[in-house]
């Protein structure tokens, strides 16, 4: 799923390539893809692009007359630049977005049909958007740590909780924990002030350089490869892989389509959690520690 320095990178592409250009259309292939029906699509026709803006994951095109288009991509839609007037595929695209030098085609690349597209009236509809939690790039340590430990939840849990933290999901989380030596299973409730407040200089550490680096990747272009893997992370989607600080190997624990990543050398004190699905079938053999890996 795209997520924060992801869609912060969407943003300042959009804004260097449509930002206050007209929306000559927007053309829905797919139907279920629009999720409002006040205003139509067609109110959008010759509208100039006034802003751009993030709330959590979300993409927002603000539209002169007070009018916004709400992307969310959920896990597996993607945005992407096209010649102008270019066609919807068939099958994955859902819309398209036509400016005079740029279409910009809505897929998805998936099957669950998740993606959506919300256009809006103001900016109390827009509000309704936003699940409320505080912007790690934005707020104090003291501030994000109030919202962290708002409510008992495993550290994992919390930290891709939108009415908790604003646009953090699993692979972001992954290598935030990762950084701040915390494991994904830790409660809220029992973590200590040193915990917090490694959790927030490796939130905002995490998330500004991994902007920094798709910043780079895009360059003058626009994002066409946006994944929750990257082949820079320590952890997240490395299963099995050496980690790059100590050495161990990097474990998971799977949950429906799910997935958790970290390193039981650097973030559990060398104790393998208990997978779901595998401890169960595994029972006695199911390895407790890296003693038990490794032998």
């Known amino acids: 799923m795209p997520e924060l320095p992801d869609v912060v990178v969407y943003l300042e592409r959009l804004e260097a390539l449509i930002g206050g250009a007209t929306l000559e259309r927007i053309r829905i292939a797919s139907p279920w893809v629009l999720r409002t029906f006040d205003p139509p699509p067609e109110a959008f026709a010759g509208r100039q692009v006034t802003g751009l803006r993030r709330i959590g994951k979300r993409l927002v095109l603000e539209c002169r007359g007070d009018l916004f288009v709400v992307i969310h991509l959920m896990v597996a839609g993607r945005l992407r630049r096209r010649d102008p007037g270019a066609a919807v595929p068939p099958r994955r695209g859902l ?34 958007h936003d699940r409320g939690g505080v912007e790690p790039l934005l707020v104090d340590a003291a501030t994000f740590a109030e919202a962290l430990t708002s409510e008992r939840h495993t550290l994992k849990r919390a930290l891709t909780d939108p009415r908790l933290i604003s646009g953090i999901g699993g692979a972001y989380a992954d290598e935030i924990m990762h950084r701040a030596r915390l494991g994904p299973l830790t409660r809220t409730d029992r973590l200590e002030a040193g915990d917090v407040t490694r959790l927030h200089e490796a939130a905002v550490a995490v998330l500004t350089e991994w902007i920094e680096r798709l910043r780079e990747e895009a360059g003058d272009g626009f994002p066409e490869k946006v994944t929750a893997f990257h082949a820079g992370m320590a952890v997240h989607g490395r299963y099995g892989k050496d980690c790059p600080v100590c050495g161990a190997p990097v474990q998971r624990i799977r949950y429906a389509s799910n997935e958790t990543n970290y390193c039981p050398g650097c973030q559990t004190g060398g104790r393998i959690l208990a997978d779901r699905a595998m401890s169960r079938l595994l029972k006695e053999d199911w390895p407790s520690s890296l003693d038990d890996l490794d032998g």
């Open 95 to 128: 819309a398209a977005l036509d400016f005079a030098e740029h279409t910009f085609l809505l897929t998805e690349e998936g099957t669950r049909k998740r993606a959506s597209i919300h256009l809006l009236r103001g900016e109390a509809a827009l509000a309704d």
